[in-house]
């Protein structure tokens, strides 16, 4: 049994596992595109939204811890168990249904943003740590509506930052743009106009 959402998180996890595999201990404080976020701060937060995004599938409460710590011993393999626990949760048609009790969207919203998370963080942490990274195709395209759908309210809180000046969308890569909706430069690490999103 699968969904679109679990589909297109099967496609896009194992290319950021990938990513977070390849991070030397060495590199944990290096910066990130997030801005006061060094990589193991950005590991702390893609655990987090892993772990809660599992949850949010299942329609539970979850809480948001303000410093978390998962990067102890063995966190490469935890992180990938828990990523295919989130696809799996996201397998059942039922979780894509009615609105999130937690967070009062649509449940193929919240979904999406688990995917969006996965994905930009994916990206995040690879540029910092000098990875190549090439997601998913399906899954990037998927994504633009969303961004622009949650972007005044994103914006609004500092999820997101400005969107950042792009070439014309026909010359564009995909992920390029989605990254500029995000408040990203494709090209970190130059400097940004505006401040980069956590």
Known sequence: MST??????????????DVVRGIADDQLYLPTPCRDYVVRDLL???FEVVLNFRELAEKKPVAWT????????????????????????WS??????????????????????????????????????GQPYRPAPAAVAELHALVEQLG?????????????????????PDLDRLLAQTGRAPTWPQPLPHPTPR
């Open 66 to 89: 303000a410093n978390p710590d998962h990067v102890d011993d063995g966190w490469r393999d935890r992180f990938a168990v828990e990523t295919d626990r989130l696809v799996a949760a």
């Open 152 to 172: 005044p309210n994103a914006r609004r809180v500092g999820i997101f930052a400005d969107p950042t000046s792009t070439p014309p969308a026909s010359t564009t």
């Open 4 to 17: 679109q959402t679990s589909d297109l998180l099967a496609v896009a996890a194992p290319r950021t596992i």
């Open 44 to 46: 702390n937060h893609l």
């Open 92 to 129: 059942d048609p039922s979780t894509l249904e009615g609105d999130s009790p937690g967070m009062g969207v649509p449940q193929t919203v919240v979904g999406g943003m688990a995917l969006l998370d996965l994905i930009v963080h994916g990206w995040d942490l690879a540029v910092a740590t």
